[in-house]
């Protein structure tokens, strides 16, 4: 698992077993007006996975 800050850094560790996320788990604590998040299935994984886009209204 990895959190990172307002400043960029990032900390890792491993989720214990039990827990309810199967492969990925992406989750927005901030609101950012100028980005659009959408899911978009992989080919590859064969996972609905996250695709972040800029707009162009900033």
Do not use: A, W
């Amino acid at each position: 698992m990895l959190v990172s800050d307002n400043k960029g850094m990032v900390y890792g560790g491993h989720l214990l077993d039990y827990n309810i996320i199967n492969t990925n788990c992406e989750l927005v604590i901030n609101e950012l007006d100028d980005y659009v998040f959408n899911r978009i299935y992989n080919n590859i994984t064969g996972y609905q996975e996250l695709d972040i886009k800029k707009t162009s209204k900033c």
